[in-house]
Every structure is written in C-alpha cells, then in structure tokens.
C-alpha cells in the first residue's frame, strides 16, 4: 500500500447512510450502506450502483460521533475504486 497524504484526518467510523443520486444510465437511485471513513470534507462508503466521477449526491447520515450535527448534505463523488466485482468503492467531498 502507498503512502497517501490527506489534508484530514479520517476516521474509520461506521455509520448508516442512505445516498441519493443519478445512476450512470441517468435513473435515479437511493441505495442504504455504510461509511468506510468519514471526515470533515467526506467519506467514502461502498455502492452496487454504478457512477461516474463529478456525480452529485444527496446524502443522508444516521447516528454518528463525528458527523452527527450534519444530517443530510450535498456530496461531489471525488474517487471511484472498481476493482471489486458487484461494488465500488466511492469518495465523496462534503459541499
């Protein structure tokens, strides 16, 4: 694994969240999954649902210790992973 440098810490803190948005076809999704990590810009979390990068999404964040004054909030998909079959891995900056 290579050394990243992040510009926050990030948490590996799990947490409930539902993501809505425009799917790579141009449907509209809602898909329910958990973070990875979270921090103060974003998080990143796993979808079956495929998408591109500069995806907007509306997410909504259920109990966290880090995140829980948010509630729901705009999303810009910064990073997709596809080396998994079925999922992908997806960063999202906070807007």
Same mark, same amino acid.
């Given at each position: ?29 809602? !898909? ?6 979270? @921090? ?17 999404? @509306?997410? !909504?964040?259920?109990? @966290?210790?880090?995140? @829980? ?27």
């Amino acid at each position: 694994m290579h050394n990243e440098r992040r510009r926050d810490r990030r948490d590996q803190e799990k947490v409930k969240v539902t993501i809505r948005g425009t799917h790579s076809n141009g449907v509209p999704f809602e !898909e329910q999954t958990e973070t990875l990590d979270v @921090s103060a810009v974003g998080l990143a979390f796993y979808l079956r649902t495929p998408l591109f990068v500069r995806t907007f999404l @509306s997410i !909504e964040i259920g109990n @966290s210790t880090f995140l @829980s004054h948010i509630g729901k909030i705009q999303a810009l998909v910064v990073r997709i992973d596809t080396s998994l079959p079925g999922r992908q891995l997806v960063a999202a900056q906070f807007l």
